[in-house]
């Protein structure tokens, strides 16, 4: 099984990136899909989720700034970013969770949101 994220990089304040995790060797379209990311000195927290039939929660911090979605035929899910604060500034990880045994993770993509 591989995650692969992209889509990280610099943005300036209020601006807007879109993060990809690509996924090989699991049956993507029946996986719970989590975001997650870990800002400098802190722990890492849960940003957004999408279930395998599509329903979505958020972190109240990025409530209605980041969109989570997912793309079965691609085997892909995205976390759209929108009016990004310098307090988003992390590594985001995709991860996809599995009962009874160790979750998946992606390496991670930096966010780096500064002017």
């Known amino acids: 099984v591989q995650l692969v994220e992209s889509g990280g990089g610099l943005v300036q304040p209020g601006g807007s990136l879109r993060l990809s995790c690509a996924t090989s060797g699991i049956v993507f379209r029946i996986a719970d899909t989590k975001w997650y990311r870990q800002g400098p000195g802190k722990e890492r927290e849960e940003v957004a989720f999408i279930s395998s039939i599509g329903r979505t929660s958020y972190a109240d911090s990025v409530k209605g700034r980041f969109t989570i979605s997912r793309d079965n035929t691609k085997k892909t899910a995205y976390l759209q970013m929108n009016n990004l604060k310098a307090e988003d500034t992390a590594v985001y990880y995709c991860?996809?969770?599995?009962?009874?045994?160790?979750?998946?993770w992606g390496q991670g993509t930096q966010v780096t949101v500064s002017s």
């Open positions: 991860n996809i969770p599995q009962a009874g045994a160790p979750d998946y």
